[in-house]
């Protein structure tokens, strides 16, 4: 029975998954590592709201487990030779340089944490693939792993998650499913075991999933394919019934009580974000490309054209139905995230929107109950648009909705905190230019509420 097990990569993965594992296992010790020191500080912060990842309850979990059988550490070598098994929850970016530039997954991480085991590493390991990587990476470690010269013997296994960012707890909790997959030699399966072993302590073992190490590397990728393709396919239609006198939210709930579709991930919105849809569905762009599968890559990658579409058409709205100009106008954001109840804004739909606006000399003036304005800045600069100097200019944070809203000729809903449904909207109205503009981009506000108060509002995929 494994008693010890080491993670790389203290993010938002790394940290909770370890955290339900620690907090469900009690028997076996936990270290999370990560090169990155505030990051580790931050998981070791006295002050539970200092965590660097926020998901609602993770905070209770890291404090029954920390100090108790979870630990978070800078040392990655003395962790990776303390334990038996070692999961790698690095990030998988897609790469910015090179071949496959904008596309394929950059896995000079992944690599590194493979040679940091090999040079360290002096007994045998189980070492577990959580990052979300190209099928048959895992060769590629055993590649790496298998010329230590040191006689240490490794099994790898591939062990996707699932878990959804807002929602990370009652995921790990209760997942629809844990995957594994590993080698079909008796050590392999001894490996899926270990690991099956450790998730049956709180998930059923009929949710327990093991398959061969392709199906599982591949499945994750699909999963998300399909996933964020319905966004995008929901999203496509919410552009026909703008045209049509069609309301979008009528026929995602008419088509989502058909069980063969049922009703999750229907719901239109500005764009989907975060750091995998996008990232994943590239690399399986170009996967499919590497091996001249032509038509895969191309049906997939009409996902991420529509999703652009989606993002900038919201901007191109605002624009045109501000008569054309939103030069010097305050617009204000409410919401900076790439969905509720997480602090995370990477691929957030809200980057692009705030862009392309600032394009046109507007002013945003963006609140977001759970982001800092220095994120904000930095995402809006990684862009490399305009310089730093012009983009402070433009954007600025509030830390009260209502200041952000003030003196504003609109405000833009970018993501779905459930507190901006109740806010008192006619103090807003009151507080705004007139006629007051809303641009709901998640659907969340009540239109009927808004427009008798004086309100111009519009939402996705409705007249
Ligand atoms: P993240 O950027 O939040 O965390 C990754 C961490 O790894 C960083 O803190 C980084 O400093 C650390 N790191 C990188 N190289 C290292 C090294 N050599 N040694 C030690 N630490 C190192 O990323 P994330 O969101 O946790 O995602 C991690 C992986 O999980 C990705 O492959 C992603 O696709 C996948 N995934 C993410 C989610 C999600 O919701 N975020 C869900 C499922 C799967
Ligand atoms: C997604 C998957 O849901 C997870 O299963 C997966 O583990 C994870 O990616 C990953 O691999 O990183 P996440 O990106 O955290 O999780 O969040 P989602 O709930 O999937 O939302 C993604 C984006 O799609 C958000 O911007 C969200 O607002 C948008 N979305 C989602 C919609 O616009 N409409 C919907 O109906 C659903």
Redesign the pocket.
Known sequence: MIKSICCIGAGYVGGPTMAVIAQKCPHIKVTVVDLNEARIAAWNAADLSKLPVYEPGLDAVVAEARGRNLFFSTEVDRAIEEAEMIFISVNTPTKTYGVGKGMAADLKYIELCARQIARVAKSDKIVVEKS?LPVRTASAINEILDHTGNGVQFQILSNP?????GTAMEDLFAPDRVLIGGDTTPEGQKAIQALVDIYANWVPKENILTTNVWSSELSKLT??AF?AQR?SSINAMSELCEKTGADVNEVARAIGLDSRIGSK???A?VG??????QK?ILNLVYIAKSYGLHEVADYWEQVIIMNDHQKRRFAKNIISTLYNTVSGKKIAFLGWA??KDTNDTRESAAIYVADDLMGEQAHIAVFDPKVEKVQMLSDINYLNTRSEHDNEKLLSTFSDPYEACHNAHAIAVLTEWDEFKTYDWQKIYDGMLKPAFVFDGRNILNKHELEKIGFVYQGIGMM
């Open positions: 979300t998650e699932f878990l959804a960012e999963a998300n996933l966004v991930f229907l719901k919105s989907f974000g975060g750091s995998c849809f994943d790439f969905k």
